[in-house]
């Protein structure tokens, strides 16, 4: 059973960063998708940046990319998420994720999640 706590969220003002953590406890298998997704009030979980834990490559959601970076230290047993020119709209509950059955930017088909840690970026 794999257990996840997230943290590193925060207050920023527009143009800002934060770097998000995921602590996992137990084992995580190669083939595992580790995966950050976000939550707006009134809107539905949606995928943001994930990470094959075997291999490393990475792919982002378009509202994202070339703006956030995940990675993953397989010593630590932690995703993180670096998070630059942060908008307004990426204010959202930042949820951390595993996907036993690989590559998947649907939430439905996640094993086990954190408990979520709140960004919000203001004007």
């Known amino acids: 059973q794999v257990q996840l706590v997230e943290s590193g969220g925060g207050l920023v003002q527009t143009g800002g960063s934060l770097r998000l953590s995921c602590a996992a406890s137990?084992?995580?298998?190669?083939?595992?998708?580790m995966a950050w997704f976000r939550q707006a009030p009134g809107k539905e979980r949606e995928f943001v940046a994930g990470i094959r834990w075997g291999v490393g490559n990475t792919y982002y959601a378009d509202s994202v990319k070339g703006r956030f970076t995940i990675s993953r230290v397989s010593a630590e047993n932690s995703v993180y998420l670096q998070m630059n020119s942060l908008k307004v709209e990426d204010t959202a509950t930042y949820y951390c994720g595993g996907d036993r059955g690989g590559y998947s930017r649907m939430s439905s088909t996640f094993d086990f999640w954190g408990q979520g840690t709140q960004v919000t970026v203001s004007s």
């Open positions: 137990g084992r995580i298998y190669s083939s595992t998708f």
